[in-house]
C-alpha cells in the first residue's frame, strides 16, 4: 500500500513543532515518494480541535498517522494554564489564612481539572483520529510519540487505543522501520495491547543518524500554517545543532531521552537550515539542545557554527539556549554577543558549590562567574534567566546564604535588571536520580503514578522536602504578596532579610573530603 503519513502535532502552546518538522523532513529524504502533511493543532482554536482533525483526515486519508504530544508538564513554576500550580499548592499547604488556604484549594481543583481535561481531551483526539483514519484505510497505523510520551510513556500506553505504537525519544529510525513495514522489536517503542514496555527501555541508546538541513521547501508544500510562524515576527523558532547531553544532573531527564552521547549536527548543515529560515524573514532562533555546550570538549564546535552563522552574513538575527556557562571561553563570549545571543538560561540550581556536587551537576560555580564576566566584558547587556531550586537535596539555612552571596555576585557582573531568578521547585520526573532517591528514602514508592495530580501527590512530586519545605511555602506566599509580577528577585530579597548572605568564597568552596550526609551520590 503506497504510504501516506499525516503528521498531527497535539495542542500546545504555539512552540514551533520542530520534532515533526524534523520527521517529516527525514523521511522525506528516505522515501521521496511517500506522500506527507502536517497539521498544527498549535495553530487551531480550541473548540475547533475535533472538527479541524476530522476534515484533515477525510481529506488527506492517511495511511500512517503520527501524533507528536509535547507537553503534559503540569508543575509549572510560574503562571501556567489556568493559574500557578506552585502558587496554589503552597497557598493550600502552608497558608495560615484560612480563606487563602481554600483559594488555594479551589485553585488546585481548578488546575487539576484543566490538567485532566487536557490530557483526556488529547487521548480523545488520538482516538478519534484513529478511528476516522481507519474509516478509509482499515489498517491505518498510529504511532505517537513526543517530550511528553518519553517522560510518560509507561502511563500514557494505558489509555491509548489498541495497536498503537508508543515511542520513546527520536522517532526518525522508528518512522523509517514503520514506512518498510519491518519489525519494531528493536526500537525504542511498544505497542499497545501487543507487547510491554521493556525495562529500561528510555535508557536505550538512540539511533546514531547525522542530520542533514531541513529542506524548509519541502516543509512548506506539505505544511499550509507554516506561515503562521513566518507571521508572528516575535517567534523563536527552533534548530537544533546536537542531541544528548553527558551529565547526570540528578532530576534531569533529557540525559535520559536524548541519551549521554553527544552527536553534533555538522556545522554547515546547521548554518544552511538556518539560512532557508532566514531567507523566509525568521529572524529569531531557539538552538534546542539540551544544552548548546554540553562540555568544554565541544567548545570548539559551537566556535566553528557561531562563525559560520557570521560568515553566512545573517548579522540581524537574535538566537537564545540552554547554555551551561561553565564552558565559555574570551573568544566564544565574543562570537555569542556578534552573533545575536539575546537570552540565554543558567540551570545552575543553586548557588552553594557543596550542593552542585551533590546533585551530581558537574558545574564549577567560579568558572561560571568568570566566564559571565567575560560575557559582559564582550558586550552582552541582555537578559539571563538563572534558575535555582531551593531544597533539592540537603539544604540548609547555611547552603542558602551561599546562594543569595553568588546570586548577588552575579548581579554585580552582569547588573541586578538583568539577570533574572527564575526559582523552580523541581517536579521530580520519573527515571532520573531524584526518583531513585526518593524510592530509597521512603517518599516514594515504586509504581507510584507521576501523572495522578491529586494534592498530596503534587506535594511529594513537587519536590520540596520538609524540614525545609514549609520555611520555603511561606517565604514564597510572602512573596506572592509583596510583588506577584516579580516573584523571583523577591523571594531572593525575603530570604536575604530573613537569613542574611554568606560571603563568596564560602559558597565556591566545597570541601572534597567532605562526606556527602545523604547517599544521592550512591544511587
Ligand atoms: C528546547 C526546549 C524548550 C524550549 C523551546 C524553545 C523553542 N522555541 O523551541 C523552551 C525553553 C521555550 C521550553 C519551554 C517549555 N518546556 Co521544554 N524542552 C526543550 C527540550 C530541551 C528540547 C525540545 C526540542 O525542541 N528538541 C528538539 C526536537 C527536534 O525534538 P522533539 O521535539 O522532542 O522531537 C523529536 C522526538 O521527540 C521525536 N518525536 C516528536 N514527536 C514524535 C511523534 C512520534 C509519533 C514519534 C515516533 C517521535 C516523535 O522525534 C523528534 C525528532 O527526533 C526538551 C527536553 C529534551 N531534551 O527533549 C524540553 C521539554 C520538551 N520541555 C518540557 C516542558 C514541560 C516545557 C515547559 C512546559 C516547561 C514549563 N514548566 O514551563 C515549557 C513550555 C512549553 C510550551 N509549550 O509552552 C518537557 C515536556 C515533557 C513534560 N514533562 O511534560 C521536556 C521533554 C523536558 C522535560 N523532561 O521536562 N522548552
Ligand atoms: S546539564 Fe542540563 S541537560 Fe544536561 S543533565 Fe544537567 S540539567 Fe540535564
Excluded at 11 to 30: E, R, S, T, W
Excluded at 198 to 217: M, Q, S, V
Excluded at 381 to 396: A, G, H, P, Q, R
Excluded at 443 to 458: A, C, E, F, Q, S
Aim: hydrophobic content about 40%; some cysteine.
Amino acid at each position: 500500500m503506497e504510504s501516506r503519513i499525516l503528521y498531527v502535532r497535539l495542542p500546545c502552546n504555539p512552540i514551533f513543532p520542530i520534532g515533526v518538522v524534523y520527521l517529516a523532513d527525514h523521511v522525506h529524504k528516505q522515501f521521496p515518494a511517500v506522500q506527507q502533511r502536517i497539521f498544527d493543532l498549535g495553530t487551531v482554536p480550541p473548540l475547533d480541535y475535533a472538527s479541524a482533525l476530522d476534515v484533515c483526515i477525510d481529506e488527506f486519508q492517511p495511511t500512517l498517522i503520527v501524533f507528536s504530544w509535547r507537553d503534559i508538564q503540569i508543575y509549572a513554576p510560574v503562571g501556567g494554564r489556568g493559574g500557578n500550580p506552585l502558587q496554589y499548592t503552597f497557598e493550600f499547604f502552608y497558608s495560615l489564612n484560612p480563606f487563602v488556604k481554600l483559594r488555594g484549594a479551589f485553585g488546585l481543583t481548578r488546575i487539576a481539572t484543566g490538567y485532566y481535561g487536557e490530557l483526556w481531551r488529547n487521548l480523545g483526539l488520538i482516538k478519534r483520529g484513529t478511528k476516522r483514519a481507519k474509516k478509509y484505510q482499515p489498517d491505518a497505523q498510529v504511532v505517537v510519540g513526543g517530550g511528553a510520551v518519553s517522560v510518560f510513556y509507561e502511563q500514557l500506553g494505558k489509555s491509548l487505543p489498541k495497536g498503537s505504537i508508543v515511542s520513546v525519544g527520536e522517532g526518525e529510525a522508528l518512522l523509517e522501520r514503520i514506512v518498510r513495514g519491518e519489525s519494531l522489536a528493536q526500537e525504542r517503542c511498544y505497542i499497545v495491547g501487543e507487547s510491554t514496555p521493556r525495562d529500561r527501555l528510555i535508557h536505550e541508546i538512540p539511533a546514531a543518524i547525522e542530520k542533514t538541513a531541513c529542506n524548509y521547501g519541502y516543509i512548506q508544500t506539505i505544511w499550509t500554517e507554516f506561515d503562521y510562524y513566518l507571521e508572528a515576527e516575535d517567534f523563536y523558532v527552533g534548530v537544533q545543532t546536537k542531541r544528548g547531553c553527558p551529565h547526570n544532573c540528578c532530576y534531569c531527564i533529557y540525559t535520559v531521552i536524548e541519551g549521554k552521547q553527544v552527536r553534533i549536527n555538522p556545522s554547515d548543515e546547521v548554518v544552511a537550515e538556518m539560512r532557508q529560515l532566514y531567507d523566509r524573514g525568521i529572524r529569531n532562533f531557539w538552538f534546542t539542545d539540551a544544552q548548546l555546550i554540553p562540555a568544554r570538549k565541544y567548545i570548539d564546535d559551537v566556535v566553528e557554527l557561531l562563525q559560520k552563522v557570521l560568515d553566512a552574513g545573517m548579522k540581524d538575527i537574535h538566537w537564545a539556549a540552554y547554555i551551561r556557562a561553565d564552558n565559555l571561553t574570551p573568544h566564544l563570549c565574543d562570537l555569542m554577543v556578534q552573533t545575536g545571543m539575546n537570552y540565554f538560561e543558567i540551570g545552575i540550581t543553586s548557588g552553594s558549590q557543596e550542593l552542585v556536587r551533590k546533585m551530581r551537576m558537574g558545574y564549577n560555580l567560579r568558572t561560571v562567574l568568570q566566564n559571565c564576566r567575560d560575557l559582559k566584558a564582550a558586550g552582552f547587556n541582555d537578559l539571563v534567566s538563572v534558575n535555582y531550586s531551593f531544597n533539592v537535596i540537603d539544604e540548609t539555612f547555611d547552603t542558602i546564604r551561599q546562594t543569595i552571596a553568588y546570586h548577588r555576585e552575579l548581579e554585580s557582573i552582569l547588573g541586578a535588571d538583568k539577570v533574572e531568578p527564575a526559582i523552580f521547585f523541581i517536579g521530580l520526573q520519573p527515571h532520573t536520580h531524584l526518583e531513585e532517591y526518593a524510592f530509597k528514602n521512603d517518599i516514594l514508592r515504586p509504581g507510584y503514578d507521576p501523572m495522578n495530580v491529586k494534592p498530596w501527590t503534587v506535594h511529594k512530586l513537587l519536590w520540596n522536602p520538609q524540614p525545609l519545605g514549609s520555611f520555603f511555602g511561606h517565604v514564597c506566599l510572602q512573596a506572592w504578596k509583596r510583588n506577584p509580577n516579580d516573584f523571583g528577585r523577591e523571594v531572593m530579597d525575603i530570604l536575604e532579610e530573613r537569613l542574611g548572605r554568606a560571603d563568596l568564597e564560602s559558597a565556591l568552596s566545597a570541601p572534597i573530603d567532605q562526606k556527602p550526609k545523604e547517599q544521592l551520590l550512591s544511587v
